[in-house]
């Protein structure tokens, strides 16, 4: 082999720029691969990003220099019914301050500006670069990757695979089987321009501030999963995330999931005059801890969506955040390893020691019940439309007598079809999988 | 316009296909099949079945996602790879 780096991360991504950044910056030769055309050409997230002092740590006052759209203010959950809905919508004025609670951004951008952050930290950037393989010796340690070019075999100390959801490296290394489709989501999702001043005025924002949406209910048409609408400077990021089996079991297409969504009551004046800027597609991994690989082989770490490290679970839809951390960590572990002149698995361990003891590894442990209760059935199809309902009644006027509180609930559940001894096991269960 | 058709949003997307198809659909293995999952599931609709129960697939105006083969239930009958460096889809103001 004629090309030799200390350092191969594959993928460009916020995982992987981290880890090139990181290992870099240690004095390490580092190597970061991206097949697109350019970092952020294939990637698609909301695109919300979460506990941005990860960044911070990384690249001071990155707010300066980062193409950012606008820092979020107010966070809105709606739950739906075909014809209505109900809203929890918090803003905090103090989030517009430092330290950022979290900014919308859109991909291309974002991940072409982080990839040019670990080119200043010393590593060398190759786009347009499929990577195939990885290279094993024969004790099936990694030893490099192989690209889809002439000559295409590159030595590494340690490979960085940051290949995103479909990570054929961590599966072709044997760290993780086939994806479950019960464990993995579809999001379809729409960047609609609005003019400015139209988008501050209909979303009640003021300078920089921005708002999301997030949705539950009846707007994923029967099919697990949810709905998001994110504000930019001046347009929406809007989409459905859908559970993969789900949407092969209901037979629907995800387009037209995203058209029902755009004209259900709540979301169709929100988007209103908007026109389609482009229109994306990603897979998301959504099922944490359950779907996760091992994180560390010889020669090798996966970090980002190739580890599985998205968190969804209702509440939460977060990726950004877990994919820096753990690219961070990735590219410290690889220099920590390279120093001490060892990469096998066990001197590689220190990355996930490292995960372990941060917030990646403790939120997906503390709220690894979640996904499947996000997920499941009654808190899909049932719940959602309990809450409008029981709303619905509760506001409702006519020449009827007024109920009380215990009768109208009485009557909506009785109406969901739901024994209140399943509602009582359905609050334990979302209590272990968010309260306690 | 907000509501678009499938048409509509694939044209604002900016691909440039590889001249391999990085998706290759195993005909013998799909002819087995009753779901046809990878034809509802693909969100730029590029699976047809055909009335003699075959499966057509185009990869021009692929997101490269990996739905179709995680939604198929068929072992081997979708194989997936991306494709060639620089091409497929590039995202830009997504």
């Known amino acids: 082999m004629s090309v030799s780096f200390d350092v191969v991360v594959v993928g460009a991504g916020p995982a992987g720029s981290a880890a090139a950044m990181v290992a870099a910056r240690a004095g390490r030769t580092v190597l970061l691969i991206e097949r697109g055309a350019y970092p952020g050409a294939k990637n698609v997230s909301g695109a919300a990003f979460y506990a941005p002092q990860v960044l911070e740590a990384l690249v001071p006052r990155f707010w300066d220099s980062a193409p950012l759209e606008r820092v979020l203010t107010r966070r809105a959950i709606c739950f739906t019914s075909p014809s209505s809905s109900l809203t929890v919508d918090f803003k905090n004025a103090g989030w517009a301050e430092r330290p950022y609670n979290a900014f919308t951004l859109l991909r291309p951008r974002f991940d072409r500006w982080l990839a040019e952050q670990a080119v200043a930290a010393g590593a060398t950037l190759l786009c347009e670069t499929v990577v195939d393989e990885l290279i094993r010796d024969g004790s099936g340690a990694v030893r490099g990757v192989r690209v889809r070019r002439p000559d295409g075999d590159i030595e590494a100390g340690v ?15 044997g760290l993780r089987g086939e994806l479950d489709s019960h464990d993995v989501s579809l999001g379809v999702k729409e960047v609609i321009g609005l003019d400015r001043s139209t988008l501050e005025e ?17 707007v994923s048409g029967g099919v697990s999963g949810g709905a998001f609408l994110y504000t930019n400077r001046e347009s929406l990021s809007l989409g ?44 998301v991994p959504e099922a944490g801890v359950r779907m996760m690989p091992r994180l ?57 020691s490292r995960l372990e003891q941060g917030f990646v590894l403790k939120d997906f442990r503390r709220y690894r019940s979640a996904p499947r209760f996000v997920m499941s059935e009654r ?17 409702r006027s006519g020449p009827e007598p007024k109920r009380k509180l215990i009768s109208v609930a009485r009557a909506e559940l009785a109406r969901a079809g739901l024994p209140m001894s399943q509602l009582v096991r359905d609050l334990v269960d979302g209590g272990r999988a968010f309260a306690w | 316009m907000v509501s678009t058709t ?13 001249e391999v198809p990085h998706i290759t659909v195993d005909g013998e293995i799909c002819k087995d ?34 739905t179709c083969y995680v939604a198929c239930n068929l072992e081997g009958a979708i194989s997936w790879r991306y494709p060639g460096g620089g091409l497929g889809v590039s995202f830009r103001d997504s």
């Not at chain 1, 839809?317 to 994919?323: F, V």
């Not at chain 1, 808190?379 to 506001?395: I, K, R």
Request: with cysteine; net charge negative; proline share 3%.
């Open chain 1, 159 to 173: 490979v960085v695979a940051a290949d995103g959801v479909n990570s054929f490296l961590a599966k072709q290394a």
């Open chain 2, 6 to 18: 499938l048409e509509e949003k694939l044209a604002t997307v900016r691909f440039r296909p590889d």
């Open chain 1, 379 to 395: 808190l899909q199809n049932v719940y959602p439309g309990l809450l409008t309902g029981l709303a619905e009644q509760v506001l």
């Open chain 1, 240 to 283: 459905v995330i859908v559970q993969v089996s789900s949407l092969a079991e209901r037979r629907v297409r995800p387009q037209d999931l995203l058209e029902g969504f755009k004209a259900h009551p709540a979301v169709a004046p929100l988007v209103r005059g908007g026109r389609l800027i482009e229109y994306s597609a990603h897979m």
């Open chain 2, 33 to 66: 099949c009753t779901l046809h999952s990878c034809v509802y599931a693909c969100p730029a609709n590029l699976f047809s079945l055909l009335s003699d129960g075959s499966i057509v697939f185009s990869h021009e105006q692929c997101f490269e996602c990996g």
């Open chain 1, 202 to 218: 209909r979303f009640n924002l003021s300078g920089d501030e921005g708002m999301t949406y997030e949705f539950l209910g009846s």
């Open chain 1, 296 to 352: 560390y082989g010889d020669g090798l770490l996966v970090a980002g969506d190739a580890a599985g490290l998205c968190f969804a679970v209702g509440l939460y839809l977060e990726g950004i955040n877990y994919a820096i951390a753990s690219g961070w960590a990735a590219g410290e572990a690889a220099a920590a390893a390279l120093d001490r002149g060892r990469t096998d698995a066990q001197a590689l361990a220190a990355y996930q």
